[in-house]
Structure formats: structure tokens, C-alpha cells
């Protein structure tokens, strides 16, 4: 996943990221170590406020990359 980097490159900390998210910093900390993946939900509001796809925030490459 690649969350951490792109909140990181966003300019945003976890706190930041967690209100916007309507969830809990313990969340995206958890989502950032692998601990916890973000439901279908969470994964697209992440999409919409980073501005890229659920592919890219997952860190799926494209077929032949």
C-alpha cells in the first residue's frame, strides 16, 4: 500500500488525514503498517481526496509496466 507516501507527498499527517476520512488516526496508522486494510469505502475517499486511483493507492502497477 502505498498510503504513507502519497498522504506524505499530500502534505498531510495522520490526524489531518483522519478527520477528513471521518475515521480514527489509529486507523490510518494501522492502514500505513500494513496492519489493517481500508474497506472499499475508505479506499475510494482516499482516491478522491489524493486525487489518483484505488490502483495507484494500493500500489498496482499497470499490465506491462
Given amino acids: 500500500m502505498e498510503i504513507k507516501k502519497i ?6 499527517r495522520q490526524y489531518e488525514l483522519a478527520e ?3 475515521v480514527k488516526q489509529a486507523s490510518v496508522s494501522a492502514w500505513e503498517s500494513g496492519a489493517a486494510m481500508p474497506s472499499a469505502a475508505n479506499l475510494l475517499k482516499l ?3 489524493f486525487g489518483c486511483t484505488v ?8 499490465i506491462g509496466a
Wanted: hydrophobic fraction near 40%; avoid cysteine; glycine fraction near 16%.
Fill in 20 to 22: 477528513r476520512m471521518g
Fill in 47 to 49: 482516491a478522491d481526496i
Fill in 55 to 62: 490502483d495507484e493507492i494500493l500500489g498496482r502497477k499497470p
Fill in 7 to 12: 498522504r506524505e507527498a499530500a502534505g498531510l
